[in-house]
C-alpha cells in the first residue's frame, strides 16, 4: 500500500494499531498523522524496538490493509464480468455511453470555436 492509500484509510489502520500496539496513547496516533514513517518512529520509541523491527511490524499491518483493498477491486471486477455476462445489453449501453462521451469531448472544441 502506498503512502497516500495507507492516509486514506488512516481511521480503519488507526484503530488497528491501538489494537496491536496498546501502549501507543492518542496523542501518539495523532502524531503519526497517517503517516507510515511516523508511526514506526512512535513504535519504535514506545516499545523499545529496533527500526528494523518496528517496520516490519508496520509494513504487516499496511499488508494486511493493502490486501483488504485488492480483494475488494478483485469482487468488483467479478461480479462487473457476471453482470456483462449475464446481461450482454449492459455492455453495449456502456460501450455506446462512452463512444457518446468521446464523440462529445472531440466535437465540442470545434463548436465553440464556431461561435
Known amino acids: 500500500m502506498n503512502a497516500d492509500i495507507f492516509q486514506e484509510r488512516w481511521a480503519q489502520v488507526r484503530s ?3 489494537r496491536r500496539w496498546n501502549k501507543l496513547t492518542d496523542e501518539d496516533l495523532d502524531a503519526a498523522t ?3 514513517d511516523k508511526l514506526i518512529d512512535v513504535i519504535e520509541d514506545r516499545y523499545g524496538w529496533s527500526r528494523k523491527k518496528a517496520k516490519a511490524q508496520v509494513d504487516e499491518l499496511i499488508k494486511q490493509y493493502g490486501n483488504g483493498m485488492q480483494d475488494a477491486a478483485q469482487s468488483l471486477l467479478a461480479d ?4 456483462v455476462s449475464d446481461n450482454p ?4 449501453i ?3 455511453l462512452v463512444v457518446g462521451l468521446i464523440v462529445s469531448l472531440l466535437v465540442r472544441p470545434r463548436m465553440s470555436r464556431c461561435q
Open 80 to 83: 462487473a464480468n457476471d453482470l
Open 34 to 36: 497517517g503517516k507510515a
Open 16 to 18: 488497528e494499531a491501538q
Open 89 to 92: 445489453w449492459v455492455a453495449i
Open 94 to 96: 456502456g460501450g455506446l
